[in-house]
């Protein structure tokens, strides 16, 4: 991407919109070699990098020494991602520990976490037909750890959780040694997370950490045969389509006759990278209103959830996934429909995770 014929006019307000984003280390460690002296505040944002870098070091260890008696782990972001990608730990940025473990397990999982002082930050019941994970808080340190068991979310068709918590590769980090998906599985799970942010900077860069280190020697079929059983071809396409439009890179994986709905995500999110890190304009209040965690901005952030799901390969998966996320999507319209199908006996929570989490 440093590459690319556009560039940003000013560094300053780069490095805060990049702190701002989550992609602080990488475009830190480009500035760095190209602009001398750089602002006081990207000197202060890479030692505040490096401070919260060291707590998640320790307490992922405390963390995975705790789980892995108990279940697989497998750790989807973080250092061992950075290492993978990038070749440098600290050269993504990590404001919490993403955990893949075994489903059945998850109630002694949380248990065992709560001995270490981590509580649920949205009640003791994951809603498993609203999420992917279940998120937990320290109440001292204020570290979090999203738990989880799946990759995608649950409208969307995902490798099965007994492939991805067998088929894995080592990476070592200090003097531990931590499981990550394999290349090839792991190149659907950060399309998954790209897909989840509805197209975001930092999704992008680790695709494009991904085609640099894996795409040569990674097995490319296996890919494309798993996203045609997956129906997700689209998935797929939507970043590296963006990828071409915002670099001018084509991956080996790329397919110019995409789904038009996925080439209309792909032309929005190359548009708002080059609004947001190009031309550096200011979020808009429809953008801040978003963040805000009011019961309107949650039913409105569910909508384009599901508006993002048209990504999905055919009508029918199309409309199936578009629909579930803003009836059934993590705000107080979709717990009290799920609420209300349950009392009808029309849905049955245990049955509903049996199904859908341990197949």
Request: net charge neutral.
């Amino acid at each position: 991407m440093e590459g690319g014929s556009r560039q940003p006019r000013a560094p300053e307000l780069l490095i805060h919109r990049a702190a701002e984003r989550g992609v602080f280390p990488l475009i830190y460690r480009v500035l760095l070699g190209r602009e001398g002296e750089l602002p006081h505040a990207a000197r202060r944002y890479w030692i505040e990098h490096g401070a919260r870098l060291g707590l998640y070091r320790t307490e992922l260890a405390r963390v995975h020494e705790a789980l892995e008696h108990i279940t697989p782990v497998v750790v989807l972001k973080g250092e061992p991602l950075s290492v993978l990608l990038y070749g440098d730990p600290r050269l993504r940025n990590t404001t919490d520990l993403d955990l893949l473990s075994a489903p059945e397990s998850l109630p002694q999982a949380i248990t065992a976490l709560a001995e270490l002082g981590y509580r649920p930050t949205d009640g003791p019941k994951a809603k498993t037909w609203a999420s992917n994970q279940c998120a937990l808080l320290h109440e001292t340190y204020g570290t979090l750890i999203e738990l989880h068991w799946r990759i995608a979310f649950p409208y969307l068709p995902s490798p099965e959780i007994s492939q991805l918590l067998r088929e894995t590769i080592a990476v070592e980090i200090g003097d531990r040694t931590y499981r990550s998906l394999r290349p090839e599985l792991l190149f659907f799970q950060l399309c998954y997370h790209f897909h989840q942010h509805r197209g975001f900077l930092k999704g992008l860069l680790d695709i494009t950490g991904w085609i640099d280190r894996f795409e040569s020697s990674a097995d490319l079929d296996e890919i494309r045969a798993m996203a045609d059983r997956l129906g997700l071809n689209g998935l797929i396409q939507w970043p590296l389509h963006v990828l071409n439009l915002f670099t001018g890179h084509k991956s080996r994986l790329y397919e110019p006759t995409a789904d038009p709905f996925v080439r209309a995500w792909a032309a929005w999110t190359a548009a708002k990278l080059e609004r947001d890190f190009i031309e550096l304009r200011p979020r808009t209040r429809v953008e801040r209103w978003l963040d805000e965690q009011s019961f309107g901005a949650k039913l409105v952030t569910s909508m384009l959830q599901g508006a993002s799901m048209t990504v999905a390969d055919g009508i029918f998966p199309k409309i199936s996934t578009a629909v579930r996320p803003v009836i059934f999507g993590p705000h107080r319209l979709g717990r009290g429909l799920f609420g209300a199908l349950e009392r009808l006996g029309a849905v049955d929570r245990d049955r509903l995770y049996e199904s859908r989490i341990l197949g």
